[in-house]
């Protein structure tokens, strides 16, 4: 099982970018999957999950509206949408994947419920 995240760089406040979480080894839509963070010198935050399905989706209020999560089961592949980006948003993005239970809230949010992690993806925001 491996996840692999892509899509980060240096950006100017105010910009976007797009993140990806692709999976190989594992039927991608049987698995939870979310987003966290690592900013240098903070704890892991979360910052966004998406169910199985795609139809049910979760932010942290930090990133909420400015951020969109979707996934495209058939790519194996999930995205995090970043717009609006400002220098907090700046971090280490990690995709984590856990297949063991159905989409919940609570529970997606705590990094330590998911079995499966990418390396992560630096995002840069600064001008």
């Known amino acids: 099982v491996q996840l692999q995240a892509w899509g980060g760089g240096l950006v100017q406040p105010g910009g976007s970018l797009r993140l990806s979480c692709a999976a190989s080894?594992?039927?991608?839509?049987?698995?939870?999957v979310g987003w966290f963070r690592q900013a240098p010198g903070k704890e892991r935050e979360f910052v966004s999950s998406i169910s199985r399905g795609g139809g049910r989706m979760d932010y942290a209020d930090s990133v909420k509206g400015r951020f969109t999560i979707s996934r495209d089961n058939a790519k194996n592949t999930v995205y995090l949408q970043m717009n609006s980006l400002k220098p907090e948003d700046t971090a280490v993005y990690y995709c984590?994947?856990?297949?063991?239970?159905?989409?919940?809230?609570?529970?997606?949010?705590?990094?330590?419920?998911?079995?499966?992690w990418g390396q992560g993806t630096l995002v840069t925001v600064s001008s």
């Open positions: 984590a994947a856990d297949g063991r239970r159905s989409y919940g809230r609570s529970w997606s949010r705590e990094s330590y419920n998911y079995d499966t």
């Open positions: 080894g594992i039927t991608f839509s049987s698995y939870v």
